[in-house]
């Protein structure tokens, strides 16, 4: 089965960085988009990046220009680099893969202190 494992979150000061990884396994990786997307206590999933097979990027605007999607898929592995961390980042990041169905990852937490 597909599995999504997610590391990295941490508790930050506002202005930070951190790198989130997502490790995946028992997917063709490099023929997949991959995402990200996080989740505040008592707010909808949000959707926050994705990046392509062929490694073509999107993000929403809250985070454009601050947060960048990366893969290697040498190691199966999609990364979030989050700079200029803001308290409203906090949330559970999430993974996502989109192959015959999509998957997810059961988190990691960021929490930005101001």
């Known amino acids: 089965q597909v599995q999504l494992v997610e590391s990295g979150g941490a508790l930050v000061q506002a202005g930070g960085s951190l790198r989130l990884s997502c490790a995946a396994r028992n997917i063709l990786f490099s023929r997949v988009a991959m995402g990200w997307y996080r989740q505040a206590p008592g707010n909808q999933r949000e959707w926050v990046a994705t990046i392509t097979a062929g490694s073509s990027t999107d993000y929403a605007d809250s985070v454009k220009g601050r947060f960048t999607i990366s893969r290697d898929n040498a190691k199966n592995t999609v990364y979030l680099q989050m700079n200029s961390l803001k308290p409203e980042d906090t949330a559970l990041y999430i993974c996502?893969?989109?192959?015959?169905?999509?998957?997810w990852g059961q988190g990691t937490q960021v929490t930005v202190s101001s």
């Open positions: 996502n893969a989109k192959g015959q169905f999509d998957y």
